[in-house]
């Protein structure tokens, strides 16, 4: 993958289940995000997604493509118009810069447009190397040190 | 500036608020769960992450849950005797709040992640409070941008940094100022009010002469009888007549607002509100059923509406809506 390279685009329809349960695996049980009558309260029309689901669906466009083991360095979102059920997110992304260290280091800008514009815009640095969990730290075995 | 000046002082209000700035948002602060296969499996199924690194008992965590480790979820303010707000960040929250900046909408998030999660990590964290801004205005409303820094341990080793930025706002289009008003609880409406809290409908029934009677009152209309018994409508009934009040602004209510008077299948009358019909549904007729709801109305996440609730009524389910 080179500088430049775009990504193919990731179409993700936007539905209440998403916005619901993506703001319950996330913890967040602010109430915009599931009771509509408090986001209309409020000043949206609608409940709408959270920062952390489109953190997540974010991180794994770019982390899809980029195959298993890919691992995140940074991630940095920034919020536009908000995402209501029954929009359509198209998250898009290239590739910016390419840089070999310890294996290959990625950096991808993505932007994410519904129906009423720019949901997100965001930059997403990944390198190309597999996590290898670490062995455990030596237990003193029976007989060992105590 | 005069001493009194208050939180509605804008030029107080900006130095109160800054001066929060590089103070602590939370101290030696522990997430809730240890990092774990369930939670991880949840989000992936949610995100539509099938990658099989984060599948299994030793899966790695995504590097997107990151904030998912501090988050409180539903759980009380203070747990474990570990408050996982500072106070100063508890008081900052509280002088936008005091300002009538009671809304709040994340809009940027920074995260760098230094070492991958594993099942079994024990997460601490601590934040800053980094920056407050002076007073914006967006198309939700006027307020300050709130941004903290947080560090993220797992078992005391620097795991990540998240930087998040919250507006908190004064929402711009609800049209409403205050809380809704309260119901007016009396002894001749207590019976009614306990019920409702019960989430039971009760109208009065004349003991003498067997006239069934809403609102609640001591005394039979008909025969004069104070003898009644509590009766348990079913909730069910059909719009009488209804009016859709564009303006003035409700306190508490989203506009337009549906005012109405319900017939219960019981026979007697209720003047409420009606919900979840758009003002050119709404029908003479039309038949409804009732709802409890919270009557603190609007207020943050973690509901401040002190538990009363309202009957209000919405359209009953047809037919045809059912499997």
Same mark, same amino acid.
């Given at each position: ?60 466009? =770019? ?24 929009? +359509? ?6 590739? +910016? ?10 950096? =991808? ?38 | ?144 941008? =709130? ?93 009488? +007549? ?82």
């Amino acid at each position: 993958m080179t500088g430049g390279t775009p990504l193919p685009p990731l179409v993700i329809p936007v539905t209440r289940t998403l916005i619901v349960t993506g703001a319950l695996v996330t913890r967040d049980f602010q109430d915009v995000h599931h009771d509509p009558e408090a986001a209309r309260a409020k000043g949206a029309p609608d409940v709408f997604m959270n920062i952390l689901t489109t953190n997540g669906l974010v991180a794994r466009y =770019v982390t899809s493509h980029l195959g298993p083991g890919a691992t995140l360095r940074r991630l940095a979102v920034r919020l536009g118009v908000p995402n209501y059920p029954g929009d +359509t997110l198209t998250l898009t992304g290239t590739v +910016t810069s390419v840089s070999e260290e310890s294996g290959e280091v990625l950096t =991808v800008e993505v932007t994410g447009t519904n129906e009423r514009g720019r949901h997100v815009t965001a930059t997403v640095t990944a390198t190309v190397t597999a996590v290898v969990r670490p062995a455990p730290a030596d237990h003193p075995g029976p007989g060992g040190e105590p | 500036m005069s001493p009194l000046a208050g939180p509605d002082d804008d030029d107080s209000l900006a130095l109160r608020l800054a001066a929060y700035e590089g103070r602590p948002a939370a101290v030696a602060a522990r997430g809730p769960d240890v990092v774990n296969p369930a939670m991880i499996r949840h989000w992936c199924e949610v995100m539509g992450d099938t990658d099989p690194v984060h599948q299994g008992p030793g899966a790695v965590a995504p590097a997107a849950m990151l904030q998912v480790w501090i988050m409180r979820g539903g759980a009380p303010r203070r747990s474990g005797g570990t408050p996982e707000r500072s106070a100063a960040y508890e008081e900052l929250l509280a002088l936008l709040d005091d300002a009538g900046c009671t809304a709040v909408v994340a809009t940027d998030c920074e995260q760098e992640y230094l070492r991958p999660l594993w099942p079994g990590d024990v997460i601490t964290y601590d934040a800053v409070i980094e920056s407050v801004s002076p007073r914006k205005t967006t198309r939700l409303g006027t307020g300050h941008f =709130v941004t903290t820094r947080t560090e993220i341990r797992a078992g005391g080793e620097l795991a990540g940094v998240h930087r998040f930025r919250i507006l908190k706002y004064a929402p711009a289009r609800t049209g409403t100022q205050g809380p809704r008003p309260r119901p007016v609880i009396n002894r001749d409406t207590a019976g009614f009010w306990e019920g409702v809290a019960a989430r039971r409908l009760l109208f009065q029934r004349c003991t003498d002469c067997g006239t069934p009677r809403f609102p609640w009152v001591p005394g039979c209309a008909d025969c004069g009888s104070e003898r009644w018994t509590a009766v348990r409508a079913s909730g069910a009934g059909t719009v009488y +007549t209804y009016t859709v009040v564009h303006h003035p602004p409700v306190p508490g209510a989203t506009m337009p607002h549906c005012a109405g008077v319900i017939e219960l299948a019981e026979g007697v009358r209720m003047a409420t509100e009606i919900r979840g019909v758009a003002p050119e549904g709404l029908r003479v007729g039309l038949p409804v059923t009732v709802e409890y709801a919270d009557a603190g109305g609007g207020g943050d996440a973690g509901g401040t509406g002190g538990g009363q609730l309202i009957p209000v009524f919405r359209p009953a389910a047809t037919r045809d809506e059912g499997p």
